[in-house]
Each structure stands twice: as C-alpha cells, then as structure tokens.
C-alpha cells in the first residue's frame, strides 16, 4: 500500500526528476520575521514579470506541504526553496512556452500515465513495487482510497499529477530538441575512417609565446570591433563587488597559557573521578561516545594506554587539548553478517511469536518476505549485509556483542522492533567505549573584546564614503583588503563560510557604503560595496583583457605565418627556429598531442589526411598554442572496425546529448531570470 508517508518517502526523488534541482544555500525566514510590515517586496523577475514575495512564499510553502519534506535543516530547505523557484520558472516560462508550441497532454494521455500504459517517471518513482521493480497499480489504488478521506492526501495527489504532467511536458520538449539534432554522411564517413586509422608522422612548431609581445601591435579600434562582432560572449550575470578586511580573532600567548592550565586541571579532575558518567555531565567539553571503537584502530599511544587502564593525556593536538579514558570495554565479533525483519512496536505479540518460532528453525527469509516492513530488505530475505560493529550503537551495540553464529536476538528502539538473525560472526576482539574531554585553544574573551575593538576602530575611519578611505583605513590597521564579486542569486561571499548576512547586506547597499562588524566563523569582517554592475554584458573595457589574448594569438598566428619559408618541413621547421619532432599512434579521438599538447585542430587536421597526401607537407595548422606544420608518413589500421553507420549513431547521440544539455539553460537566459531573494532571505 501506497500511505502517505511513502509519498514522502519517495518525494525527493521526484523534486529531482521534474526541477533537475542545483541546489543553493539558502533558508527561508518567516515573514514574520522579516520585517516587512505588510509591504510585499519584489523578490526576482522571470520573462519581464515581476515575482513577489508573496508568491514566492506561496510556491514554498505548497510544495513543502505538499511533499511532506521539512525545511528543518539547512539541506532540505536549500532543496525545498530552489524546487519552489524553479516551480514559478516552470509556471513564468517553461508552461506558457509548451502551450504556445502545440505541446500539451490531453485527458487520455494522463490517464494513461496513471495507469502505466504511458511510462511516467513521476509515477513510477512513487508507486514502484521494491520487490518486483514494477509499477504496482495495486498501491495506487489504494493510495487514492486513502485520498477519499484524507484532504492531505489528495492534495498530495493533485500536486503529483501536476508534477506528472509537467515532467511529460518536459520530455516531450526534449524529444523535439533531439530531432533538430542530425549528423550527417559525410562527418560519419570522415568520422569512421578516422576511427579505424592510426597517423605517424613528423611535425614542426613555433609557439605564439616566442613572440615577444612587443611586436605586436593592437588598436583599440580593433577591440571594439571584436568587442562588437562577438558581444554574445562577454554575456553576464548581474553582480556587485565588495571589498572587505578580516580580523583575525586568534588566541594570544597568554590564552594559549591559561587553556593549557585549564586543561591540566580538568585532566587531573577527570583522571581522580571514580564515577566517569557523573564526571561528564558536570563538564561541558566531556563526552561519553555512543560507539564502540576496536583498540587496534586507535592511535598507538591512546590503544596502549586504554588498554593498560590509564587515562590518556592531556595532549595537544590540532589546537585541541584532548584526554581520554575507557568508560566499557567489551569483547565483540569484529563484523556480523546480518539478516532482519522488521516489525512496528505495536506489533510485540507477533515478535514474541516469532521469535520462538525461528529459534525452532522456522525459515527465517521466509518470515522476513512476508512479515518485515521495510520493503527493501524484506524482498532479499532480510537481508542486512557485513555490519562492522563498530557502527552499531545503544540496543543494536548490546544485544550483538555477544552474538555468535545462528544466534536470533530480539531489538526494541524507537518505534520499531527488529527481529536479527546472525549468519556470520568474525573472531572477537576488544572494542572500547571512550569517554573524551577536550578544550579547543582558541581566544578568550578578553582577546575577543579587544579585536572587536580593533574592528570598531577600523569601522569608523573607514566609514567616511570612498573606497579610497576604506583602503587607507586598512592600511593603517596594517589589513590587506580582499574583493570578492557577488553575483545576482548569490547566497555567499565565496572563500567565506557563514557569509550570508554579507550578502544581504551587499544587496541593500550603495556604493561607497561600509558595512557593520560581521562575525563570519569566529573571525570579524568589515566591507565595502565598490561596484554595482547591471550591465547584461561586460563593458568594453572589462572585455578587453579577454579580447587582446585572443587578437595576440590572431596576430601572432599570422606574424608567424610571414616568417614561414621552405618546401619541405626541414626548411620551414628551420625558417620557424624549431626543431621537427616525431608523432605517432595518433588516432581521430585523442585530444593529446606528445609533442604539442592539447590541440584540437591539429588533431583534426592530421586525423582527416587522406592517402593521397601521405608524405606530403600539410598547410599551416593555426593550434591554441602555436603555428604547426606536419607530414603524414604513416596511416595503419587502428585493429578497430568501426562502421559508416556506428560512427553516425556515436556522432548523433553526442549531438543529441548536447542539445538536451543546453535546451532548458538557454531558454532561462532568454527569459532574463532576476533572482533577488539574497537581498531579503
């Protein structure tokens, strides 16, 4: 039967088939918490609309109701909140576009879908039998059985039919993308001949950095001509750039001091305790571990001490004062094979009954097909696998360290009841349970007071409106600025964890402004904003690094090209100032030249020479690199049969892939996505 909470269960699964979610760091604040006072901001634009917050709120809020995932933590409400962004591109762009391009599925089809005669990923991933691997049509009816008394549940429905459909919407775009995808007859023949021949030969080089710069000169005119004839490249994402300065928050000498005693001390407490448990909840930095460790794992030093009954340390290592003694210590099979049935907690008579029964030699897998709940292993007979026991915790940890082969233990935790059977259980060895205590050396507090301090002072010099003074301010606190550019959607400053509030901050900005003191993984961190771009494309002069390198190579190619002289390549390897250099074993799908590197063209070109121009000189080949030249002496049989139409089919999938692979990108470019949410969430 299909409940609900399978629903759930499998609901991941179905976020990834239909949003093909990216996942950004973010999570959603309450409204209430934000501070809005019933103004309802404009949070991003999709295709020239404007999205508010309230849509936006609306969009999480239903598919967090109806999946049943929380946003409890900080991975499941990234998860949540960019399924509920995708949803309004889906619904801005995406659905408006399948209805103006004829693409729709009709009553009949969805029907269809529902029943398995249409195969629907959406679906299957929900209602799949784990036993068979089929679409069980079976616990879709019981699921909309339940749906007739459970509001919950048949919401849940309509958003996963909805889901359904869209992700059929979806394939049925992709298939009319693949079939503008065509690799014609004549790449496949060049293709297969390449495939099925290896190149040897000869070649001659002279790289574009052997060109002194200087010879070369480029106009700005000449910029801007490329700059206009390919502006599509220099396409980019809105952005803002900050400068910012850290405050190192680390401990001084005196705190490493006064750490260290508070170790010592708490060593010689922790080693007099006769009573470790009540030890450990009178200290803050003590812990018992909830798992077993086999001594021979440890470290060489703390094994030897545990195992001889002394306390280990204190000892410093990795910033982090650390002590330790045994809390127990057992004698456990080192890994057990493992087969259980899984039964809930109201279910004690039938555990009890059963447990009789397969002590007899009732057929344990047999019991475990019919009886456990958890589908997955209940299809393998139960089926656990090697378990270290090293991983087992609490119950699981005290009813198997004795265990011994063939032995059935019963195991109540939470709201199940385990039923295990042990069909392999290793020689025993000791396993230890450690209680540790550890004092990280980090700043006291006072240290802490007096770098905030240094912040503070730093804040208000820097405060004064230009990016100059923030630089000068810097300078007499002797700090080194960092920048860092934020791009629109943006949750983080990148190279700085716990950024968000930067962020926010950035967003709201002007330029010229400073920021509050930010504590930003312990450490304080002031910024600036310097730049706001909200230019869809990089100014000419941003451009123009980018553009010179490439007019350098242009220009260098063709500097090079004039030098070129001769009729074999001896005489023009001699004219270029190089040496000619033998290749061989190449083959139409390397991309690695040994003696020039990664060249494309070059591969292209020595991989497509025909018999008819073996030994002869090739014309110049115009690589990333440098200027090349070759001969072909050699073409054999690569020992591969690669035929016209396999080498179509190769050229066609490829084509296909990498139209599917850029159709839904290059639709949210032209819809100009804004995403505005860093600046309120």
């Given at each position: 039967?299909?409940?609900?909470?399978?629903?759930?269960?499998?609901?991941?699964?179905?976020?990834?088939?239909?949003?093909?979610?990216?996942?950004?760091?973010?999570?959603?604040?309450?409204?209430?918490?934000?501070?809005?006072?019933?103004?309802?901001?404009?949070?991003?634009?999709?295709?020239?609309?404007?999205?508010?917050?309230?849509?936006?709120?609306?969009?999480?809020?239903?598919?967090?109701?109806?999946?049943?995932?929380?946003?409890?933590?900080?991975?499941?409400?990234?998860?949540?909140?960019?399924?509920?962004?995708?949803?309004?591109?889906?619904?801005?762009?995406?659905?408006?576009?399948?209805?103006?391009?004829?693409?729709?599925?009709?009553?009949?089809?969805?029907?269809?879908?529902?029943?398995?005669?249409?195969p629907s990923p959406t679906f299957y991933n929900i209602f799949v039998n784990p036993r068979t691997g089929e679409y069980d049509l079976t616990a879709v009816a019981s699921f909309l059985a339940q749906a007739e008394g459970d509001a919950q549940a048949r919401q849940a429905w309509s958003f996963l039919c909805d889901q359904a459909v869209l992700e059929r919407e979806f394939a049925k775009y992709a298939g009319l993308v693949r079939g503008g995808a065509y690799a014609n007859g004549l790449e496949a023949e060049r293709g297969a001949d390449g495939a099925n021949h290896v190149y040897s030969g000869r070649l001659a080089v002279k790289r574009y950095n052997e060109v002194a710069d200087s010879l070369i000169t480029i106009s700005s005119s000449e910029v801007e001509d490329y700059y206009r004839a390919h502006k599509e490249r220099f396409r980019q994402t809105q952005s803002r750039t900050i400068s910012y300065v850290v405050f190192d928050v680390d401990p001084t000498d005196e705190?490493?001091?006064?750490?260290?005693?508070?170790?010592?001390?708490?060593?010689?407490?922790?080693?007099?305790?006769?009573?470790?448990?009540?030890?450990?909840?009178?200290?803050?930095?003590?812990?018992?571990?909830?798992?077993?460790?086999?001594?021979?794992?440890?470290?060489?030093?703390?094994?030897?001490?545990?195992?001889?009954?002394?306390?280990?340390?204190?000892?410093?290592?990795?910033?982090?004062?650390?002590?330790?003694?045994?809390?127990?210590?057992?004698?456990?099979?080192?890994?057990?094979?493992?087969?259980?049935?899984?039964?809930?907690?109201?279910?004690?008579?039938?555990?009890?009954?059963?447990?009789?029964?397969?002590?007899?030699?009732?057929?344990?897998?047999?019991?475990?097909?019919?009886?456990?709940?958890?589908?997955?292993?209940?299809?393998?007979?139960?089926?656990?696998?090697?378990?270290?026991?090293?991983?087992?915790?609490?119950?699981?940890?005290?009813?198997?360290?004795?265990?011994?082969?063939?032995?059935?233990?019963?195991?109540?935790?939470?709201?199940?009841?385990?039923?295990?059977?042990?069909?392999?259980?290793?020689?025993?060895?000791?396993?230890?349970?450690?209680?540790?205590?550890?004092?990280?050396?980090?700043?006291?507090?006072?240290?802490?007071?007096?770098?905030?301090?240094?912040?503070?002072?730093?804040?208000?010099?820097?405060?004064?409106?230009?990016?100059?003074?923030?630089?000068?301010?810097?300078?007499?606190?002797?700090?080194?600025?960092?920048?860092?550019?934020?791009?629109?959607?943006?949750?983080?400053?990148?190279?700085?964890?716990?950024?968000?509030?930067?962020?926010?901050?950035?967003?709201?900005?002007?330029?010229?402004?400073?920021?509050?003191?930010?504590?930003?993984?312990?450490?304080?961190?002031?910024?600036?904003?310097?730049?706001?771009?909200?230019?869809?494309?990089?100014?000419?002069?941003?451009?123009?690094?980018?553009?010179?390198?490439?007019?350098?190579?242009?220009?260098?190619?063709?500097?090079?090209?004039?030098?070129?002289?001769?009729?074999?390549?001896?005489?023009?390897?001699?004219?270029?100032?190089?040496?000619?250099?033998?290749?061989?074993?190449?083959?139409?799908?390397?991309?690695?030249?040994?003696?020039?590197?990664?060249?494309?063209?070059?591969?292209?070109?020595?991989?497509?020479?025909?018999?008819?121009?073996?030994?002869?000189?090739?014309?110049?080949?115009?690589?990333?690199?440098?200027?090349?030249?070759?001969?072909?002496?050699?073409?054999?049989?690569?020992?591969?049969?690669?035929?016209?139409?396999?080498?179509?089919?190769?050229?066609?999938?490829?084509?296909?892939?990498?139209?599917?692979?850029?159709?839904?990108?290059?639709?949210?470019?032209?819809?100009?996505?804004?995403?505005?949410?860093?600046?309120?969430?």
């Open positions: 039967m299909a409940s609900l909470n399978t629903l759930r269960t499998r609901f991941g699964v179905v976020l990834t088939i239909v949003i093909g979610i990216a996942l950004l760091a973010f999570i959603l604040s309450l409204r209430t918490e934000m501070g809005f006072s019933g103004n309802d901001p404009k949070v991003g634009s999709i295709d020239g609309e404007k999205i508010k917050y309230s849509d936006y709120l609306e969009a999480y809020d239903r598919i967090r109701t109806q999946s049943g995932v929380s946003d409890g933590d900080a991975q499941q409400a990234d998860m949540l909140s960019e399924a509920a962004w995708q949803s309004l591109v889906a619904e801005h762009v995406f659905e408006p576009g399948f209805a103006a391009a004829g693409i729709a599925v009709g009553n009949a089809e969805r029907q269809a879908m529902i029943g398995g005669e249409v705190d490493m001091r006064a750490i260290e005693q508070e170790a010592r001390a708490a060593g010689e407490a922790f080693a007099a305790a006769d009573d470790i448990r009540a030890y450990v909840r009178t200290n803050r930095n003590a812990e018992i571990a909830d798992r077993y460790v086999s001594a021979r794992l440890l470290p060489a030093d703390e094994s030897e001490a545990f195992l001889a009954d002394r306390m280990f340390g204190p000892e410093l290592n990795n910033d982090v004062w650390t002590m330790g003694r045994v809390y127990d210590r057992i004698m456990a099979p080192d890994s057990l094979g493992i087969r259980h049935i899984v039964l809930s907690y109201t279910q004690g008579d039938l555990a009890d009954s059963l447990l009789t029964a397969l002590r007899a030699g009732g057929d344990f897998a047999g019991a475990a097909a019919r009886y456990s709940l958890y589908d997955a292993t209940a299809a393998n007979g139960g089926e656990v696998g090697i378990v270290p026991f090293s991983t087992l915790t609490g119950e699981f940890a005290d009813a198997l360290a004795g265990a011994r082969e063939g032995d059935i233990v019963k195991v109540a935790s939470g709201d199940m009841i385990q039923l295990m059977q042990v069909y392999r259980a290793d020689k025993p060895t000791t396993f230890l349970r450690i209680a540790r205590v550890t004092y990280p050396v980090e700043a006291s507090d006072e240290t802490r007071r007096k770098v905030h301090s240094e912040a503070s002072l730093f804040a208000v010099d820097a405060g004064k409106g230009s990016s100059e003074r923030f630089g000068e301010a810097a300078s007499a606190a002797n700090e080194i600025p960092r920048a860092a550019t934020i791009a629109q959607g943006e949750r983080r400053v990148r190279g700085l964890l716990e950024s968000e509030e930067i962020v926010r901050w950035a967003n709201n900005a002007k330029v010229g402004d400073v920021s509050e003191i930010f504590n930003v993984g312990g450490d304080y961190v002031i910024a600036t904003l310097t730049d706001i771009d909200k230019s869809h494309y990089m100014s000419v002069a941003e451009a123009t690094p980018q553009i010179r390198r490439t007019l350098m190579r242009d220009k260098k190619f063709d500097y090079i090209l004039r030098e070129l002289a001769g009729t074999t390549l001896e005489e023009q390897a001699a004219s270029l100032g190089s040496e000619v250099k033998e290749f061989g074993d190449l083959n139409y799908s390397a991309y690695f030249v040994p003696q020039a590197g990664v060249e494309a063209r070059l591969v292209g070109a020595i991989t497509s020479t025909p018999e008819s121009e073996r030994g002869k000189l090739s014309a110049p080949v115009k690589g990333s690199l440098g200027l090349y030249v070759f001969v072909v002496d050699e073409i054999a049989d690569s020992g591969r049969q690669q035929s016209v139409e396999a080498e179509r089919v190769r050229q066609q999938a490829l084509l296909e892939s990498s139209m599917q692979q850029w159709s839904l990108p290059v639709v949210e470019q032209l819809a100009e996505i804004e995403d505005l949410r860093p600046t309120y969430f």
